[in-house]
């Protein structure tokens, strides 16, 4: 009986440590090319991304899985936003087309929090086509 409750609490204690796990991993120093959806025909420039300009953010607001899984995803890891070219009206709505994940009106989009930051008066990103399509 003891040992089982030793073996029990020790499961418990790994469990517990794995769901509690706090990322180890670092932001790339330099700025990255954001990846697109593999075949995806490109109207602009693809964009650069600089962390080093966004150390006040936490991880977990653009890396929005980390939560569950500590390793910072690329955006169009599959399933995640990795439609390309959509087609139908529905398509061109949904989060899983690249494009949206990174304009619409949602904190975690490049362009959702740079318009949400700028309305509020406060340092803010670009939000002019240019400014991050060079
Ligand atoms: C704050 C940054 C940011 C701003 C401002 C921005 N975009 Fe984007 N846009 C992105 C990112 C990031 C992607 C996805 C990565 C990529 O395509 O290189 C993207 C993708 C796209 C795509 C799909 C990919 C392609 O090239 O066909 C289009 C179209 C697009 N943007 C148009 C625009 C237009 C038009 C504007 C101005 C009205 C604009 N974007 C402003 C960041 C931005
Ligand atoms: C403001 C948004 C934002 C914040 C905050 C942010 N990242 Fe990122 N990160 C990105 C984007 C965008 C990419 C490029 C993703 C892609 O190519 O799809 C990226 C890429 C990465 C990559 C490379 C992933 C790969 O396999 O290509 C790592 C690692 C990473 N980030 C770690 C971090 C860590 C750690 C933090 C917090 C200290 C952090 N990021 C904060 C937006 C962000
Ligand atoms: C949660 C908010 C937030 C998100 C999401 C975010 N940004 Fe920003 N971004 C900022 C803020 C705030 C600044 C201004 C930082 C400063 O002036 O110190 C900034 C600055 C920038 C700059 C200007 C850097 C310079 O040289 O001055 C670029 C380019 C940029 N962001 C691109 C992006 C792209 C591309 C994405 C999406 C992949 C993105 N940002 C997502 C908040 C955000």
Do not use: W
């Given at each position: 009986?003891?040992?089982?409750?030793?073996?029990?609490?020790?499961?418990?204690?790994?469990?517990?440590?794995?769901?509690?796990a706090?990322?180890?991993?670092?932001?790339?120093?330099?700025?990255?090319?954001?990846?697109?959806?593999?075949?995806?025909?490109?109207?602009?420039?693809?964009?650069?991304?600089?962390?080093?300009?966004?150390?006040?953010?936490?991880?977990?607001?653009?890396?929005?899985?980390?939560?569950?899984?500590?390793?910072?995803?690329?955006?169009?890891?599959?399933?995640?936003?990795?439609?390309?070219?959509?087609?139908?009206?529905?398509?061109?709505?949904?989060?899983?087309y690249?494009?949206n994940?990174?304009?619409?009106?949602?904190?975690?989009?490049?362009?959702?929090?740079?318009k949400?930051?700028?309305?509020?008066?406060?340092?803010?990103?670009?939000?002019?086509c240019?400014?991050?399509?060079?």
């Amino acid at each position: 009986m003891r040992s089982i409750l030793a073996i029990a609490s020790v499961i418990i204690m790994l469990l517990t440590t794995a769901a509690f796990a706090v990322t180890t991993e670092k932001a790339p120093a330099d700025p990255v090319i954001i990846k697109v959806p593999e075949g995806t025909k490109l109207k602009k420039s693809l964009v650069s991304f600089p962390h080093a300009k966004h150390a006040a953010e936490a991880c977990a607001t653009c890396h929005h899985t980390m939560d569950k899984n500590p390793k910072a995803q690329p955006c169009s890891t599959k399933g995640c936003h990795d439609m390309g070219n959509p087609v139908t009206k529905e398509e061109k709505l949904s989060m899983t087309y690249f494009r949206n994940a990174y304009h619409a009106n949602v904190t975690a989009s490049c362009n959702g929090c740079h318009k949400a930051r700028k309305a509020e008066g406060k340092p803010a990103g670009p939000t002019d086509c240019k400014g991050c399509h060079k």
